[in-house]
T-cell receptor
Framework: DAMVIQNPRYQVTQFGKPVTLSCSQT?????MYWYQQKSSQAPKLLFH???????NEADTPDNFQSRRPNTSFCFLDIRSPGLGDAAMYLC????????????FGPGTRLTVL | KNQVEQSPQSLIILEGKNCTLQ??????????LRWYKQDTGRGPVSLTI?????NTKSNGRYTATLDADTKQSSLHITASQLSDSASYIC?????????FGTGTSLTVIP
């Protein structure tokens, strides 16, 4: 049974055209994360929510925004995608930030034309 | 600087053989060390998670070890299978920060 669901799995957008990626979880976990992963690189944390508390990484570009309207859903908004934003975007959850396993979704592959 | 380095970068082994992947870190102090398996085009899947006080943790054919004194961890895979072909990522967490290694790409050939 899918526990962390990401939609869509593949997203194609045009340079500068806003795009939203979605993540939902059935685990009722407190913490949700968004990562960016480029080819042959480790995932890079963009931001995370602990409940409704938003935590932005210092080097996350302003072009990236996030929303968490409720426990189950979290969205990643890219306001003006550039060619350098083409990557796999991974959503993850954990019950607690420090001590628990992170459960990752299958990812959304973003292509920017 | 908090860093996590993995070696080798890539590895090819024959099916049925054992292998060991290495993770060296400078994150200190740390809360947990995790090993993940990531299949191509998929999200990472947790294999093991260890606190700083644990020395070893097993999950089937996967065994992780941790030496907090030397700041080293290893992931040992026993009797490898073709389905073990994937990237293996070491992640060290400190409070609410997660430090990822760049992974080891393992290919198991028949």
């Amino acid at each position: 049974d899918a526990m962390v669901i990401q939609n869509p799995r593949y997203q194609v957008t045009q340079f500068g055209k806003p795009v939203t990626l979605s993540c939902s979880q059935t685990l009722n976990h407190n913490v949700m994360y968004w990562y960016q992963q480029k080819s042959s690189q480790a995932p890079k944390l963009l931001f995370h929510y602990y409940d409704k508390d938003f935590n932005n990484e210092a080097d996350t570009p302003d072009n990236f925004q996030s929303r968490r309207p409720n426990t189950s859903f979290c969205f990643l908004d890219i306001r003006s995608p550039g060619l350098g934003d083409a990557a796999m975007y991974l959503c993850a959850t954990s019950r607690d930030a420090e001590t628990d396993t992170q459960y990752f979704g299958p990812g959304t592959r973003l292509t920017v034309l | 600087k908090n860093q996590v380095e993995q070696s080798p970068q890539s590895l090819i082994i024959l099916e049925g053989k054992n292998c060991t992947l290495q993770c060296n870190y400078t994150v200190s102090p740390f809360s947990n060390l995790r090993w993940y398996k990531q299949d191509t085009g998929r999200g990472p899947v947790s294999l093991t998670i260890m606190t700083f006080s644990e020395n070893t943790k097993s999950n089937g054919r996967y065994t992780a070890t941790l030496d907090a004194d030397t700041k080293q961890s290893s992931l040992h895979i026993t009797a490898s299978q073709l389905s073990d072909s994937a990237s293996y990522i070491c992640v060290v967490s400190k409070r609410n920060q997660f430090y990822f290694g760049t992974g080891t790409s393992l290919t198991v050939i028949p």
